[in-house]
């Protein structure tokens, strides 16, 4: 049976820098937006706030969505990833609620794009998104039977 995993994920921008959480998986120090799972009787809105916030300390409301992509992991993993835009005037600290997170950075695009230390290649992808692709009113995203 068909079961994607649904995830969310927060390009942040601030400065002309892009926030990345850094967590160690198997070993290896990977990059990642603030990102992940959807959860029963949740919007994606209230995910991607909620993800950015455990995963970086930072309350920030999404300001758009960028797009959804369709991806196979290496393990044959299906995901469905909607990416969500975060324009902030400022560079802020990060305080990683989350365990799993080591720590947060305000690095470059072409830092993210050129890196081989992505979790995926959707965080590259993201970016370049970010950089080419219009941005799409939260209001197209309809969310039925569900609290906000």
Known sequence: MFKPHVTVACVVQAQGKF???EETI?????????AGHL???ETLVSAAKRELYEETGIHAEPQSFLGLH??????????L????????PEILDTEPQDDDIDQC???SAEEIIGSAQLRS????????????SPRYP???LHNFNLPE
């Open 81 to 88: 990833r909607f990416a969500f835009v975060i324009d902030l």
């Open 121 to 132: 290649p959707l965080v590259a992808e993201s970016i370049r998104c970010y950089q080419e």
């Open 39 to 41: 959860e029963a009787d």
């Open 105 to 107: 950075r305000w690095v």
């Open 26 to 34: 198997h070993g290896k120090v990977t990059w990642n937006q603030p």
């Open 138 to 140: 939260l209001e197209i």
């Open 70 to 79: 369709q991806w196979q992991a290496p393990d044959g993993t299906p995901f």
């Open 19 to 21: 926030l990345v959480v």
